[in-house]
T-cell receptor, first 114, second 113 residues
């Protein structure tokens, strides 16, 4: 079974630009989660999608947005990039929308904003 | 906000020794999970313990949960160099889970050969 795949692995952008990060969940998983892992801050919850709908979002400004496609893959968009957006962005998927399922993570996209 | 807080922040031990990491959390939970992250990689799920369980084993891993103290511990026995990684606890709050899993900042474990 293929794992969660994220692309690109690395992304370098200039402040003010927009970034698009992509995630393909494990086959059969309908829930996709996005997390930001900045240095020294642990994992911060960004967004949760299930069955194509945004179920919840973390404490991030509206310039962080995303969507989930009919095939359950997902995109994270970050507009008007700021230097502090530099981080590892992790996508995870699970089989159930409820809280009992473990999350399966991709290896992340390293976003660097200069 | 961070729900789980791991302790210690960093731990360095000799290969073969046991490693113990602790996690404290603040609210009532549905379950608590432990994950491992090798440098620059994604997280790997290790073990899940439900709120009505007190102890769980998986190979060289032993997890305990004390809901009265809102704390959990992860014990890795007979450590190996390959166990060098960051370990995170993650909690799912009772009655929802709409916030996704809430992770702590992790314990960085170094196994000296």
């Amino acid at each position: 079974e293929a794992g969660v795949t994220q692309s690109p692995t690395h992304l370098i952008k200039t402040r003010g630009q927009q970034a698009t990060l992509r995630c393909s969940p494990i086959s059969g998983h309908t829930s996709v989660y996005w997390y930001q892992q900045a240095l020294g801050l642990g994992l911060q919850f960004l967004l949760w999608y299930d069955e194509g709908e945004e179920r919840n979002r973390g404490n991030f400004p509206p310039r962080f947005s995303g969507r989930q496609f009919p095939n359950y893959s997902s995109e994270l968009n970050v507009n008007a990039l700021e230097l502090e957006d530099s981080a590892l962005y992790l996508c995870a998927s699970s089989r159930l929308a409820e809280g009992t399922a473990a999350l399966h993570f991709g290896n992340g996209t390293r976003l660097t904003v200069t | 906000s961070q729900q789980g807080e791991e302790d210690p922040q960093a731990l360095s031990i000799q290969e073969g020794e046991n490693a113990t990491m602790n996690c404290s959390y603040k609210t009532s939970i549905n379950n608590l999970q432990w994950y491992r992250q090798n440098s620059g990689r994604g997280l790997v799920h290790l073990i899940l313990i439900r709120s009505n369980e007190r102890e769980k084993h998986s190979g060289r891993l032993r997890v305990t949960l004390d809901t009265s103290k809102k704390s959990s511990s992860l014990l890795i026995t007979a450590s190996r160099a390959a166990d060098t990684a960051s370990y995170f606890c993650a909690t799912r709050e009772s009655g929802g889970g709409a916030d996704g899993l809430t992770f702590g900042k992790g314990t960085h474990l170094i196994i000296q050969p």
